[in-house]
């Protein structure tokens, strides 16, 4: 699998500054890209006033939380203890997801990380933009928030976006815990949280068997779908890695497409998977994708609130889905009939009026 460079996400394209360097070598790199993303960066700013969903009072609850991100992502690193505790893998990786459970991780798996998890360069910021990502630790422990559901099936309304950070802030938490517990046992680890990632966390999540890509370009887990934000700890401490798991995402998402008919940006394949570096995905329009965000000021998510995984699938159905054309006619049909077009409570929450 070809490593992704962080430069070409769509974060790092937004956040360069017209003729700042990182722009301008970026840019003369890739001349297709410089109009579109010029077009992009001239909506208004994510949540900014001039977007649909914006609320003078409402709208910077989101800004406040990625501010605050942004203020402790410096200690997603830090000093290793001189003290090495002793470690038996098996004992500690049960205390490890223990913990992250304690603090509220739903799911959680570990890896052995190979190069592809990795981002190639740095791109999200100008103080370490292009520098180049060795990968640095031989495991890495992805876990997953579950996002309030009643929140996300407000989207594209602005308690989707207040719902959506809260997962961020609740993951890159839960990463601080785990890095800083780590590196008081004597071994080195790292918080890979929002804005701060050397590594592609939906990839790491998908090996420590947390959950398979759907449709809709997420990683779609057994328990509570797309509806999650992710987090990771990458460590040189012993523990023990989990296996790959495939529950029948890829055979539902072919019957289904409901994520790809509602997606306001028609940013989702209706079509079949296609390999894009070294791995079989469906294709979204990421710039699509990102116009929708930039108008609607929150990050949308329809295609996770309309997503039947979201709500959790029986134990009976999910079993016969890869072999059972039954089973998935089954569970479509149940959500359709329950929830018609889309999942979607369209009052704001009663706090936010
Ligand atoms: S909405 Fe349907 S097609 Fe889209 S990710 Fe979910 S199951 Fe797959
Ligand atoms: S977030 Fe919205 S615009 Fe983007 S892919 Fe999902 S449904 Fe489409």
Redesign the pocket.
């Known amino acids: 699998m070809n490593k992704y460079d962080e430069r070409d996400t769509m974060f790092s394209r937004m956040n360069l500054k017209e003729d700042s360097e990182c722009y301008k070598y970026y840019y003369n790199r890739n001349p297709s890209m410089k109009e579109k993303d010029d077009f992009l960066r001239s909506l208004p700013e994510m949540g900014a006033k001039g977007s649909a969903m914006y609320n003078s009072i409402n709208s910077p609850m989101v800004d406040a939380a990625f501010k605050y991100l942004s203020d402790i992502r410096r200690f997603s690193e830090g000093k290793v203890s001189e003290n090495k505790s002793e470690v038996d893998p098996v004992l500690i990786t049960k205390k490890i997801k223990g913990l992250a459970e304690f603090y509220n991780a739903k799911l959680v798996g570990i890896t052995e990380l190979k190069d592809y998890h990795y981002y190639s360069y740095r791109g999200r910021h100008e103080e370490n933009y292009g520098d180049k990502i060795e990968k640095k630790h031989r495991f890495g422990i992805v876990f997953a928030v579950p996002m309030d559901l009643e929140m996300i099936m407000r989207a594209p309304k602005i308690s989707e976006a207040i719902g959506v950070v809260k997962g961020y802030v609740e993951a890159a938490t839960i990463g601080m815990i785990l890095s800083y517990y780590i590196r008081e046992l004597g071994y080195d680890a790292r918080n890979h949280m929002d804005g701060n990632y050397l590594l592609v966390a939906p990839l790491v999540a998908m090996d420590a068997g947390l959950g398979e890509f759907?449709?809709?370009g997420?990683i779609?887990t057994r328990e509570h779908?797309?509806c999650i934000r992710l987090g990771v700890v990458s460590t040189d401490m012993p523990l023990i890695p989990d296996e790959r798991k495939s529950f029948g995402?890829r055979e539902?998402?072919?019957?289904?497409?409901?994520?790809?008919r509602t997606c306001p940006g028609k940013a989702?394949s209706k079509t079949d998977m296609e390999e894009k570096d070294g791995i079989l995905r469906?294709k979204i329009n990421s710039e699509e994708c990102y116009r929708r965000w930039r108008s609607l000021g929150t990050d949308c998510a329809i295609?996770i609130a309309?997503?039947?995984?979201?709500y959790g699938i029986s134990d009976e159905l999910v079993s016969n889905i890869k072999t059972s054309n039954k089973a998935r006619k089954t569970i479509?049909e149940n959500f359709d009939k329950k929830y018609g077009i889309r999942p979607i409570i369209r009052e704001e929450a009663d706090w936010l009026k």
């Open positions: 759907g449709r809709n997420l779609i779908g797309p995402v539902l998402c072919r019957d289904c497409g409901r994520c790809a989702i469906w295609c309309n997503c039947p995984f979201t479509l």
